[in-house]
């Protein structure tokens, strides 16, 4: 993808983002645009940041350390901001919490109580997003109910207070089946409407959910942040 085929797919996703916003009776801007670099080098990130695109998702730590890093090293007038949105090894929480302003693929406790650490010796908040697992492919995200509400009580209660739960995270199934899809979506929804209520101390706004080939329909679900990469960067490079 050359810039400015990276600025016209960005332009019309916003565009697409405001039909389905408004189609779906929804406040204008009521979604985010996570655009998903993963796999694109350092200068498409760059293309985009022009384009006005400031939010970006990785899926690797140590790819998102050395492009992120290369990108600090460049002179633009602004700084994006980093959201990890893959499965976190427990030996990247390290470096994770200090490249990323978010981490969206919380799936265990154990992730909580490292996060907890590094970000202490950092003094540095970390939001995080829960992962549900939605979809029969997809192996992310917690598997079971009760096991999130461990986690979310042991925040209420606060054993990790550099930690900032701030939402929901979900992948719907890769099937052509639009109602698996929705359904994966309105799951997710209605679950934070049942968090919010067990828990209301924590403020559980965000919904992560809808993809390339899915964002219209996670609109429509109640989506507040879609994570976008090939129909931003094409397919992808490295
Ligand atoms: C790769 C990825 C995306 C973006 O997928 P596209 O289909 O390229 O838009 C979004 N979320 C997660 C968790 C991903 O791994």
């Known amino acids: 993808m050359t810039e400015e085929q990276i600025k016209e797919n960005i332009d019309r996703i916003h565009e697409e983002l405001a039909d389905a916003e408004r189609k779906a009776g929804r406040e204008a801007g009521a979604v985010k645009l996570c655009a998903v670099s993963k796999f694109h080098a350092a200068a498409d990130v760059v293309a985009a940041i022009k384009a006005g695109q400031l939010l970006f ?4 730590v140590q790819e998102a350390c050395s492009k992120f890093t290369e990108i600090g090293g460049m002179p633009l007038q602004c700084v994006p901001e980093l959201h990890i949105i893959g499965t976190l090894q427990l030996n990247k929480v390290k470096k994770a919490v200090e490249v990323a302003s978010c981490i969206q693929s919380v799936d265990r406790e154990e992730l909580l109580a490292e996060m907890e650490k590094r970000c202490a010796s950092l003094g540095k908040d ?3 997003l829960f992962e549900l697992h939605t979809g029969e492919e ?3 995200g917690y598997a079971d109910e009760k096991a999130l ?4 009580e042991n925040c209420a209660k606060g054993c990790y207070p550099h930690v900032i739960p701030s939402g929901l995270m979900t992948m719907a199934p890769f099937t ?5 899809v929705r359904k994966s979506f309105s799951t997710l ?3 934070r409407e049942k968090l919010s209520k067990d828990f209301p ?3 559980l706004d965000e919904l992560s959910m809808g993809m390339s080939g899915d964002y219209r329909i996670a609109v429509e679900e109640g989506s507040t942040m879609v994570r976008i990469g090939t ?3 094409g397919p992808r490079t490295i």
Not at 57 to 60: A, K, L, P
Not at 149 to 152: E, F, K, P, Q, R
Not at 176 to 180: A, M, P, Q, W
């Open 231 to 233: 129909a931003i960067f």
């Open 189 to 191: 929804r209605q679950l």
């Open 149 to 152: 509400y461990a986690s979310l």
């Open 138 to 140: 997809s192996k992310a």
């Open 126 to 128: 970390i939001r995080v």
């Open 57 to 60: 998702g990785e899926n690797r």
């Open 201 to 203: 101390s924590l403020r």
């Open 176 to 180: 052509e089946d639009e109602s698996l």
